[in-house]
């Protein structure tokens, strides 16, 4: 391991050493099991180690301690692993949603590898030992922190769903618009065989823009926002009503033809109207 796995990337998966652990234990403990049955139950000959020759009493009193004490210890040999784990590490905790042990913190991923040679693939067991995997992979983002479109990915969005510009690029359809701005999908077509080229209509405080093929709808991403969610106002000029920085918690959501997307907040105890 130290001279041919550790510190390389892309490696197989089966001799990782956690995997390749449980492995060899599990099938010692098949043998273990089969030949201590046959010692404790069938009249064979003398048992010899070397010097020392157990009598039959001893070899079954032995055998009958292992059969028990072999399973049980792998079963606290991994509960002491999971303890150091979770209390000298700190490395997982309990998601009580999902009802299952998470790592606390992820900022890399492993990314599985199938075989691609024809008949191992086919076969389940050669499949998942010819299984490779890359460690320490993280994902590509843009400078906005977005996901990449790479060629003709599916670009999608809801009719009604709130979309925002994330970064400034002279292909935006309305040179009035600005980076950050909120609006919601009037409309979207996506690319079919009547459509080279998915389409979207959206609507941005009030007036609709037409955003037509992937250089255009990469510049907008879907926002999600809810009642109960904290609203910022950045810099105080697409509101009236609220000062930059300003929050204020979301009471109600809107679209409306003629203000675009309408925020019913509550600041202060004061109820009142933001235009995005």
């Keep these: 391991y130290r001279l041919f796995m550790k510190g390389v990337q892309r490696r197989l ?12 234990l599990d099938y010692f403990l098949i043998n273990f099991t089969k030949h201590s049955s046959t010692l404790i139950f069938k009249d064979s000959g003398p048992v010899s180690f070397y010097i020392f020759h157990p009598t039959r009493p001893e070899i079954i009193g032995f055998c009958m301690f292992m059969l028990v004490l072999y399973p049980i210890g792998f079963i606290v040999g991994v509960y002491m692993c999971i303890q150091y784990l979770i209390e000298a590490k700190k490395y997982v905790v309990f998601d009580e949603d999902k009802g299952i042990w998470l790592d606390k ?39 906005q922190g977005e996901k990449m479109l790479f060629g003709d990915e599916l670009i999608v969005f809801l009719k009604g769903s709130l979309v925002r510009i994330k970064k400034a690029n002279n292909k935006i359809p ?26 979207a209509t959206i609507n941005f405080g009030g007036k ?16 999600h926002l809810r009642k109960g969610d904290v609203l910022v106002c950045p ?42």
């Design 105 to 143: 913190e992820c900022n890399e991923m492993r990314v599985n590898i199938q075989p691609k040679t024809f008949g191992i693939r086919h076969i389940p067991p050669l499949a998942s030992l010819a299984t490779q995997h890359l460690r320490s992979c993280i994902p590509v983002l843009d400078d």
């Design 235 to 276: 810099n105080g000029l697409n509101s009236g009503k609220m000062k930059a920085k300003e929050r204020a918690k979301i009471e109600d959501i809107k679209t409306n033809p003629q203000q675009g997307v309408v925020f019913e907040v509550l600041d202060m105890s004061i109820e009142q109207e933001v235009y995005a």
């Design 174 to 199: 309305d040179a009035s618009l600005e980076v950050r701005m909120l609006g919601f999908v009037v409309d979207f077509i996506p690319k079919d065989d009547d459509h080279e080229e998915p389409e």
């Design 208 to 223: 609709e823009t037409s955003w037509k093929g992937y250089d255009q709808l990469s510049l907008l991403h879907t926002v």
């Design 13 to 24: 998966r089966a001799i990782e050493p956690l995997q390749l652990w449980i492995l060899i």
